[in-house]
């Protein structure tokens, strides 16, 4: 029987070798009648869903020639575990990730060679996942037709695939790992995967990154899905929705990006209001996955030390049944026995460490607080250990897609599975300059401490307060003065001028006296002054009339003198 790579039944190769032996000895027309008749008979077998066929690894034939599932029990727990997988993580490349992290292994049957039919078990490959889950066979489905192989002029044989209207597909045909409707249900998730797929582009599986609607934004203006791109701000990332379809194919402007830190948070708390009557059914859905998955991975991992005492076994009966007198035998047969041993010492405590490792993902401290969440969805929805795939995951099981529309504001229009339907506008989010604008209220604060205090004074007086700058940083006098000039505050020097202090030249010429005399009589307390800036420059309120110790008194300390009352009705 001849079959390509991936196992797939090829009657046009089979008729050409067939048909080669019989050259030579018949006419081109007998030949071409005899091929006709072969293909015809293939056809009319395959139409009925008798033709024999190779089965994937899984699947074999009975004796009556019946396809049933393979007899052996870690095949089939390792081909179910595979589709279970791929059910709860929609992904190709999380089944793989999944099996490797477990260290699991995934059965195959050699196809050529001297090992042919024999069983082995080696890494799981993407490319095998995806194999696997187009393969029809695992939905009791049969299959013919798959591809078509052709000769060019030149002789070259070239296989291509065709196209899945023209096949000859009998659902039911067999038993089958799943549903044939599951098995339509992957094909559309993988395709919904391929996000170079078709011209909408649409989702792709749910990734790390923190946009929640991802894969889920459409354009308000063109109606095209929406890419992600993330920007950096204040040392986050921050997701940007854009619609940039004509930018990339005739380098158009772009349709619209929108900053999608406040959309997020707003599709956040209205999931968080629409799902909270439905989170201890949630939670407790989760914790049944969680005990089910381990308990699947266990008993794979188990299978593999059956198979390796299994093996252990059987060099050990052959090592036992060999005549001690042949050393040539029983030495190659104890060398078998002890590898034997070996391999199983190994899977045994391969089989130790992932158990140890499983059971310490699943303590009874972490079913507690499973539990302890089931009754607070916004928690479990807020909490940091919550990763962001699965937000998105949960997003989509509620969510079919987010029209957003930029304006003077962002309308958001959220359409959930089954028909609903909501509206919702939030500002446009700041840009980086204004994001970084001092609040009002600071403002107006800075503007009320300025009356009493220098630029250093008020950076202090709001430190003690507790305000922070537009960069949220702490107050300094540079930042005051920047704040300061580019609102058009008046400064501390010039709110004093204003209203009537004097400068040191200034006073000590009304009063007729030398400026160092002014300093003095400061530092006495003979005249109020107050600090200017923070150059200890001072400017000093106008002496008051009639004080007989503001002038020059030759002799006589500044310490001593004294403000003598008026008498009324003037000098005796």
């Known amino acids: 029987m001849i079959c390509d790579e991936d196992g797939l039944y090829d009657p046009a190769d089979f008729n050409d070798r067939l048909l080669l032996g019989l050259k030579g000895t018949m006419s081109e027309a007998e030949l071409h009648f005899i091929r006709a008749r072969l293909q015809g008979g293939i056809l009319s077998k395959a139409r009925r869903g008798e ?22 029990a870690a095949v089939q727990q390792a081909v179910g575990h595979l589709f279970d997988t791929f059910a709860r993580t929609g992904s190709a490349r999380a089944v793989v990730q ?45 299959a013919y037709g798959q591809r078509r192989t052709r000769k060019t002029p030149a002789g070259k044989t070239t296989t291509s695939a065709v196209p899945r209207e023209e096949w000859t597909l009998i659902p039911d045909a ?11 249900h992957n094909l559309r998730t993988l395709q919904a995967n391929a996000t170079a797929h078709g011209t909408d582009r649409v989702g792709g599986p749910a990734r790390e990154g923190t946009a929640l609607l991802q894969g889920l934004a ?29 930018n990339i194919q005739i380098a158009g402007e772009k349709c619209q990006v929108i900053q999608g830190a406040g959309i997020d948070a707003t599709v956040s708390r209205l999931l968080v209001d629409t799902v909270t009557p439905m989170a201890l059914e949630v939670a407790l859905n989760v914790q049944a996955e969680l005990e089910a998955r381990a308990d699947d991975a266990d008993k794979l991992r188990r ?16 090592y036992l049944a060999v005549d001690p007198d042949n050393r040539l035998v029983a030495d190659t047969l104890e060398a078998d026995w002890n590898d034997a041993l070996r391999a199983l010492q190994t899977a045994q405590d391969e ?63 959220v359409r959930f599975r089954g028909g609903q339907t909501t509206t919702l506008t939030i500002p446009k989010a700041l840009n980086s300059w204004q994001a970084r604008q001092t609040p009002a ?13 220098t630029d250093r004074g008020t950076a202090e007086q709001l430190n003690q307060l507790g305000r922070r700058s537009g960069m949220n940083q702490p107050f300094t006098r540079r930042i005051v003065i920047n704040i300061r000039r580019h609102n058009n505050l008046p400064s501390h020097s010039e709110r004093l001028r204003a209203r009537g202090l004097l400068t040191q030249q200034e006073i000590a010429q009304r009063l007729g006296v030398h400026p160092n005399t002014i300093h003095a009589w400061r530092r006495a307390g003979l005249l109020h002054a107050h600090k200017a800036n923070d150059k200890n420059d001072y400017l000093y309120e106008p002496p008051t009339p009639g004080d007989h110790r503001i002038k ?11 403000l003598a009352p008026s008498t009324p009705g003037g000098a005796l």
Not at 174 to 184: C, D, L, M, S
Not at 365 to 392: C, G, M, V
Not at 441 to 453: F, S
């Open 303 to 318: 299978t593999h030390v059956e198979r390796a005492r299994q093996r252990t076994e059987l060099a050990r009966r052959r």
């Open 218 to 246: 459409v354009c308000g203006r063109c109606g095209q899905r929406m890419t992600v791109r993330y920007h950096t701000r204040k040392g986050v990332k921050v997701p940007d929705y854009q619609c940039v379809r004509e």
């Open 98 to 142: 999944t099996f490797n992290r477990d260290g699991l292994l995934f059965p195959a049957r050699v196809r050529f060679g001297e090992r042919k039919g024999e069983l082995v078990w080696s890494p799981l490959t993407h490319s095998r996942v995806l194999r696997t889950l187009h393969n029809p066979r695992y939905a009791g489905a049969f």
């Open 51 to 72: 033709l024999p066929m190779p089965l994937p690894v899984g699947l074999v034939t009975d004796p009556t020639g019946k396809v049933v599932l393979d007899p052996d």
């Open 441 to 453: 209220e600071i403002l107006a604060e800075i503007d009320r401490l300025l009356d009493e205090h």
């Open 174 to 184: 067999h038993a089958g790992y799943i549903t044939f409707e599951q098995y339509e």
């Open 351 to 413: 089989y130790e460490r992932q158990t140890a490792a499983a059971n310490a993902a699943l303590t009874k401290q972490h079913k507690q607080r499973i539990r302890q969440l089931a009754s607070d969805f916004p928690k479990l929805w807020n909490d940091p250990a919550t990763p962001a795939r699965e937000r998105k995951r949960i997003a989509r099981l509620l969510i079919d897609d987010v029209t957003l529309t930029k304006t003077d504001q962002v309308h958001m229009h």
């Open 552 to 562: 020059k008194q030759q002799g006589r300390r500044l310490a001593d003198r004294k």
